[in-house]
């Protein structure tokens, strides 16, 4: 049995961090569905359904970027949370909040696919800058966390090293900025520049998992 100080008790700490990560690991395989089932079997007449699969290829090209987007914040979830504790209401309110924009990225990602299908520019900058905007605020949720958490040790596993969150702070700040920076080139530039920026971006949040450096 975990005991409490004092102050986190007072503080309003209410359970267990295992209940947060097994609600967690349940809710971010539905998003993976609903990402899925927006996948439609294209309209081909007889004889044509190969030409009409390989004519929808930036649709599942679109699809398969938020799936390996989601699926890398749902690592990142899973294993930040896995450094905690013990959560209070503070921080199920942040994490509600993570969850909230991540339930979001089927939207944009259904546009934006049929956006890249219709080879139409004019829609696929506006489903750029759709599904930047929807990303940077998953990006922007994540924020509030780590200063959160680096205050309030006493809610964090033992183990955890000193620093470990405050070297990762700006991690969902240069997220966000780089989606704007895709949305300001898929709008001025090529709409395919700013898929590319959501690619590097995805990887980046997958590279840098553990923050940057060392910890003091």
Same mark, same amino acid.
């Given at each position: 049995?975990?005991?409490?100080?004092?102050?986190? /008790?007072?503080?309003?700490?209410?359970?267990?961090?295992?209940?947060?990560? =097994?609600?967690?690991?349940?809710?971010?395989? %539905?998003? @993976?569905?609903?990402? $899925?089932?927006?996948?439609?079997?294209?309209?081909?007449?007889?004889?044509?359904?190969?030409?009409?699969?390989? /004519?929808?290829?930036?649709? *599942? =090209?679109?699809?398969?970027?938020?799936?390996? &987007?989601?699926?890398? %914040?749902?690592? +990142?979830?899973?294993?930040?949370?896995?450094?905690?504790?013990?959560?209070?209401?503070?921080? +199920?309110?942040?994490?509600?909040?993570?969850?909230?924009?991540?339930?979001? %990225?089927?939207?944009?990602?259904?546009?934006?696919?049929?956006?890249?299908?219709?080879? +139409?520019?004019?829609?696929?900058?506006?489903?750029?800058?759709? &599904?930047? $905007?929807?990303?940077?605020?998953?990006?922007?949720?994540? /924020?509030? %966390?780590?200063? *959160?958490?680096?205050?309030?040790?006493?809610?964090?596993?033992?183990?955890?090293?000193?620093? *470990?969150?405050?070297?990762?702070?700006?991690?969902?700040?240069?997220?966000?900025? =780089? *989606?704007? @920076?895709?949305?300001?080139?898929?709008?001025?530039?090529?709409?395919?520049? =700013? $898929?590319?920026?959501?690619?590097?971006?995805?990887? &980046?949040?997958?590279?840098?998992?553990?923050?940057?450096?060392?910890?003091?």
């Amino acid at each position: 049995m975990t005991t409490l100080r004092p102050h986190a /008790a007072a503080a309003g700490v209410t359970a267990d961090a295992t209940r947060l990560i =097994a609600f967690g690991d349940a809710f971010f395989p %539905i998003v @993976l569905t609903l990402l $899925v089932i927006e996948i439609h079997k294209p309209d081909a007449a007889p004889g044509g359904l190969a030409q009409a699969l390989a /004519a929808a290829w930036a649709s *599942y =090209a679109a699809f398969a970027l938020a799936f390996v &987007y989601v699926g890398v %914040i749902w690592l +990142n979830h899973h294993g930040l949370f896995r450094q905690v504790a013990r959560v209070d209401r503070g921080l +199920n309110g942040i994490n509600l909040g993570i969850l909230g924009t991540a339930a979001l %990225i089927p939207f944009p990602t259904g546009v934006l696919a049929e956006a890249l299908q219709s080879g +139409n520019t004019a829609d696929q900058r506006a489903a750029v800058v759709l &599904y930047g $905007v929807f990303a940077a605020l998953m990006s922007a949720a994540w /924020a509030p %966390i780590f200063p *959160y958490l680096e205050r309030h040790r006493e809610r964090l596993a033992p183990a955890v090293p000193g620093g *470990y969150f405050r070297a990762q702070r700006s991690r969902p700040w240069f997220g966000a900025a =780089a *989606y704007g @920076l895709a949305i300001v080139a898929g709008t001025i530039g090529s709409p395919w520049l =700013a $898929v590319v920026i959501f690619l590097l971006i995805v990887l &980046y949040h997958a590279w840098t998992s553990e923050g940057f450096g060392t910890w003091a």
